[in-house]
């Protein structure tokens, strides 16, 4: 086992580490931390430009109450109160940079049908643009149709085709990551494994972003290798995911905790990403860069759905890196916008006034 060293104000730990590695390890209270100078840094972020790649979605909620069981079969009833609908997977991504008042592109792949119509009326509405999103009548606009009692969910209906999209397809998506690129603050690459991600798409984007000297952060998912996503600059997984793309098991992990520090080095080993940013609900975030690991507790108060959540981290992380934020910073502040949404029922975002009033209960 390897000695691991800690800065000052840390505590010096023993963990189950290969040999070959080593981390000198940040333990962050959030109590202490300078959230003064991050209230003051969030007009940086205000105008950003962030491109967002990947599956989009159309969410749908059926709300009410569960009263009785039918009669029928041993299901419950539910008597719908509310229906609503709102921008899924990356669309919601681009709707938090939205509400952070930093500028969404989108670009991604709908069908022709009507929920891409719905979609594109959720966009309008949302003042997130729909100008950069490809159609391709070959494939439906994904839907996901939670049906829920007060905060809780009785079963999820999803409309969608788990399939990878065409080259031509992908082509078009290159050209306009491409034209759009140049004028862009960041980009982030939102991997739901519903098509729009593809391997190639993965390669050919990293060679733009690092010609046109962008950072390129990516939200995994846990269906492919670490490797699918190598040469990006940040990859932000959550904790299953990260267990799924370090090649490790879940059981070992579960066993000896202390295994998820060789988690993030088979990670930033597989990636050839240097920061890796491990999100794990209650527990926090351990953000891995180069050889140092800083660990952040979480800051949810409560927690009724962690819908979206992700989404919210890396919305807030690109952009708060955009605006001159160091990656400790921006996750700080991805931190705090996590901890409000997940206060929320549903797929919802965080808006600045929410994160301002989060930080200033930390002065």
Request: hydrophobic residues 40%; charged residues 25%.
């Amino acid at each position: 086992m390897s000695q691991l060293h800690t800065q000052a104000g840390s505590q010096t730990s023993d963990v189950g580490t290969a040999d070959h590695f080593q981390y000198q390890i940040e333990n962050i209270e959030v109590s202490s931390f300078n959230h003064a100078s991050l209230i003051e840094g969030l007009p940086r972020m205000f105008g950003k430009k962030i491109m967002v790649v990947g599956d989009i979605g159309l969410d749908e909620y059926l709300l009410g109450d569960v009263r009785r069981i039918s009669p029928e079969a041993p299901v419950p009833i539910l008597d719908v109160n509310e229906q609503d609908q709102r921008l899924g997977l990356a669309a919601n991504v681009a709707l938090n940079i939205h509400t952070l008042k930093g500028i969404p592109y989108m670009v991604s792949v709908v069908g022709r049908d009507m929920g891409s119509e719905m979609l594109q009326q959720l966009c309008q509405k949302s003042q997130v643009s729909f100008d950069h999103v490809i159609v391709d009548e070959t494939r439906p606009t994904t839907r996901k149709t939670r049906v829920m009692a007060g905060p809780h969910h009785i079963v999820r209906v999803d409309h969608e085709l788990r399939k990878y999209i065409t080259e031509a397809t992908e082509n078009k998506i290159l050209q306009k990551c491409q034209q759009l690129l140049p004028e862009m603050d960041g980009v982030i690459l939102q991997d739901y494994a519903k098509g729009v991600v593809t391997e190639s798409l993965v390669k050919k984007l990293v060679i733009l972003c690092k010609a046109h000297k962008k950072q390129i952060y990516v939200d995994p998912t846990r269906s492919k290798q670490a490797a699918f996503y190598e040469n990006v600059d940040v990859i932000k997984p959550n904790y299953e995911e990260a267990i799924e793309l370090s090649g490790l098991k879940f059981e070992d992990v579960k066993e000896n905790p202390n295994k998820i520090y060789e988690v993030g080095n088979q990670i930033q080993t597989k990636t050839k990403s240097k920061n890796v940013v491990i999100t794990r609900g209650a527990l926090g975030m351990m953000i891995f860069s180069g050889s140092k690991v800083s660990q952040v507790k979480t800051m949810a108060k409560k927690v009724f759905d962690v819908t979206g959540a992700g989404d919210t981290v890396i919305a807030t992380l690109a952009l708060a890196q955009a605006g001159g934020f160091s990656l400790i910073d921006s996750c700080m502040l991805g931190n705090h916008a996590a901890g409000i949404v997940v206060g929320k029922v549903g797929c919802v975002p965080c808006d600045l006034e929410e994160l301002k009033q989060s930080l200033s209960e930390y002065l």
